[in-house]
């Protein structure tokens, strides 16, 4: 596994990152979930993303069991805040109140004294960014959270936040995480140069667009009866994906892959982990099959040719726009 900075901190992340999103604490059995932790812990992955809204924290609760035999200082734990975590008023978005608040009952669910990277899940339009910034700020200073960063915030939204933040001298964001991946590229026009001139890190998240990128779906032919996609819970992030044109150019995109001496999967996140401003590309598991292979993209380099043959796949199908 290699590591990188994340941002301009001095914070190494795991190039392959877990995350929980729709598994741990929902579709994926306890112990099922918890193996998986620790299969990526064991094979040097050290970040780990959760969220409170997770199964409104249930997913908290089982990142924290898992990690609890090991040492703390060990491995990078992430968590977010902004999604409804109750009906009242205050009990979402950005404020000074649900920010503290939160952070309080994610360090209970975790089973933690700190929390490694705290992240704004969306940004609040209801609420002055320079109360966002300072509630952030004095939890570092608490010492219940080590770094701050958001999460699918604009380019205008991470400028804003670092003006702000330079000028009442507060400790700089360090990360965003958006969804980025071959068929989801908007963060290049202007999120990524931003991030990289303001010194955030990208933490990307939907590395394989929900499995699209695994060749497990493939034009013309039936969903697999055992994959996402046919659960009916979950298929709404996956169905705009599956379309004979999407699916032809992930036909031949495995054929480079194959070429290569890859998977596809690992194709996909070793092409996002070109990009010198992204720090990490988490991935979701349900199987230790998909961790042991998807980890092996971890250092894969892919020579200007190949990147020039995956552009000209992905140029095929450039109007292309998901729902997610």
């Not at 970040?47 to 200082?73: H, W």
């Not at 409804?84 to 979402?92: A, R, T, V």
């Not at 992240?119 to 002055?128: I, L, S, T």
């Not at 042991?292 to 043959?309: F, M, R, Y």
């Amino acid at each position: 596994m290699k590591y990188r900075n994340l941002g301009r901190s001095g914070l190494k992340v795991s190039e392959i990152s877990l995350g929980s999103w729709l598994t741990y604490g929902t579709a994926v059995e306890k112990q099922t979930a918890i193996d998986c932790i620790k299969y990526a812990y064991d094979n040097g992955v050290n970040f780990f993303d959760t969220a409170n809204a997770y199964n409104r924290g249930a997913s908290e609760i089982v990142v924290g069991e898992a990690l609890k035999d090991y040492a703390r200082e060990s491995y990078v734990i992430a968590t977010k805040l902004y999604f409804p975590m109750g009906d009242g008023p205050n009990d979402k978005g950005l404020s000074r109140k649900h920010i503290v608040e939160q952070c309080e009952a994610s360090l209970k669910r975790l089973g933690a004294d700190y929390i490694d990277l705290y992240q704004c899940h969306r940004f609040d339009p209801e609420v002055p960014l320079e109360e966002t910034l300072r509630a952030l700020d004095d939890l570092v200073s608490q010492g219940k959270v080590l770094y701050a960063g958001v999460s699918e915030w604009s380019a205008a939204q991470i400028t804003d936040a670092v003006h702000i933040g330079k000028r009442l001298n507060l400790r700089p964001l360090i990360s965003n995480q958006p969804i980025y991946n071959m068929l989801v590229r908007y963060i290049e026009k202007e999120v990524l140069p931003t991030s990289v001139k303001e010194g955030l890190g990208q933490i990307v998240f939907s590395p394989l667009a929900q499995g699209i990128l695994s060749g497990k779906y493939k034009a013309g032919q039936p969903i697999p009866s055992e994959s996402r996609a046919a659960n009916s819970d979950i298929n709404r992030w996956i169905s705009s994906y599956l379309q004979d044109d999407v699916l032809g150019c992930v036909g031949k995109l495995d054929v480079i892959a194959k070429d290569q001496g890859l998977t596809l999967s690992q194709l996909a996140i070793a092409w996002i982990l070109r990009q010198p401003g992204v720090s990490s590309a988490i991935v979701g598991a349900s199987r230790l099959t998909q961790i042991e292979e998807n980890i092996q993209a971890s250092g894969v380099t892919l020579s200007p040719d190949v990147v020039q043959a995956i552009d000209a796949v992905l140029d095929e199908i450039n109007g292309f726009v998901p729902i997610w």
